[in-house]
């Protein structure tokens, strides 16, 4: 089985610090995702990346930045968090298979800003 | 206008009921398409592909239009384990996955 894994699962930081979420993958997979989850507004992609150090935006970027040093993970930053980055945090990890680019998840960060 | 659109529900249905989910996306590059089932505070895990013939996959099955951008998904005899918060995803190459807010369900006993 795929696992991802995320280094918490529930985080409260206060507004202006910094942020790390880890996640790890294991199986060797090349691309990883971080998404943001609202009500309402579904998953929303932040960052991605396909191969070591590379790493390229998604959607709703602003905010964030990411860092990719090995293969298994895949960090997300928060360089001075803001009320409004509080939220789900999702790291993905995807294989290419014959029918479709399936993405597996880790168990989310939820994060709070106070 | 979202790219992947659902009906959020709630969707309040008795055990044993049938249920149907559906969902549009605008891209008509598309390629290929998904359902994912969400527990409560859980992560997505994928229930299962849509193919353009359609498949089944036990109680569930998926089904997938082009020329009217639309996927559905029917959930025979319901459980109360199906509970959940249903997924539509459409991928349109590359790295590009849209995401559907999701549909709520509720399977009371």
């Known amino acids: 089985d795929v696992k991802v894994t995320q280094s918490s699962r529930y985080l409260v930081k206060r507004t202006g610090e910094k942020v790390f979420l880890e996640c790890v993958q294991d199986m060797d997979h090349e691309n990883m995702f971080w998404y943001r989850q609202d009500p309402g507004l579904g998953l929303r992609l932040i960052y991605f990346?396909?191969?070591?150090?590379?790493?390229e935006k998604g959607d709703i970027p602003e905010g964030y930045s990411v860092s990719r040093e090995k293969k298994e993970r895949f960090s997300l930053i928060l360089e001075s968090a803001s009320t409004n980055q509080t939220s789900m945090y999702l790291c993905?990890?995807?294989?290419?298979?014959?029918?479709?680019?399936?993405?597996?998840f880790g168990p989310g960060t939820r994060l709070t800003v106070t | 206008r979202k790219e992947v659109e659902q009906d959020p529900g709630p969707f309040n249905v008795p055990e044993g009921a049938t249920v149907a989910f559906n969902c549009t996306y605008s891209?008509?590059?598309?390629?290929?398409f998904f359902w994912y089932r969400q527990d409560c505070r859980k992560e997505p895990k994928l229930l299962m592909s849509v193919y353009s013939s359609g498949n089944e996959d036990g109680r569930f099955t998926a089904q997938l239009n082009r020329a009217s951008q639309y996927i559905s998904l029917l959930i025979r005899d319901s459980k109360l384990s199906d509970s959940a918060t249903y997924l539509c995803v459409a991928h349109t190459g590359g790295f590009k996955t849209i995401f559907g807010a999701g549909t709520r369900l509720f399977v009371k006993a």
């Open positions: 993905a990890s995807k294989r290419i298979i014959g029918g479709g680019p399936e993405q597996y």
């Open positions: 891209n008509s590059a598309s390629q290929s």
């Open positions: 990346s396909y191969d070591v150090k590379m790493k």
